[in-house]
Nanobody, 125 residues
Framework: QVQLVESGGGLVQPGGSLRLSCAAS????????MAWFRQTPGKEREFVAG????????YYGDSVKGRFTMSRDNGKNTVHLQMNSLGPEDTAVYYC??????????????????WGQGTQVTVSS
């Protein structure tokens, strides 16, 4: 069974940057889809970014386009999320998620079957 472990969260000032990482282990093959979501109290999980393991294309949520960049380590089951120009609205718990096959509704958290424990990102002066 795949396990996901996030790292890299913390406190950053507005306008600053953070880099999150998510390492996958325990599976028999590459997790086919890996994605980042975020959640604040009382709100649903919001799609941030996602990637098919067989494709270079990354998908981004509208609220982070142009500021966040998702990447992966070739040959490793690891993805990163580089977050730039952070603002208070980016404060949330960020989760890594994966699923074994591609799904057209990749932005829907309900289609993912494996989640990390989450890492807190706080943007504040």
């Amino acid at each position: 069974q795949v396990q996901l472990v996030e790292s890299g969260g913390g406190l950053v000032q507005p306008g600053g940057s953070l880099r999150l990482s998510c390492a996958a282990s325990g599976g028999t093959s590459n997790p086919w889809v890996m994605a980042w979501f975020r959640q604040t109290p009382g709100k649903e999980r919001e799609f941030v970014a996602g990637n098919r393991w067989d494709a270079r294309r990354m998908y981004y949520g509208d609220s982070v386009k142009g500021r966040f960049t998702m990447s992966r380590d070739n040959g490793k089951n690891t993805v990163h999320l580089q977050m730039n120009s952070l603002g208070p609205e980016d404060t949330a718990v960020y989760y890594c998620a994966s699923r074994p096959v591609w799904h057209v509704n990749y932005y829907n958290p309900n289609v993912y079957d494996t989640w990390g424990q989450g890492t807190q990102v706080t943007v504040s002066s």
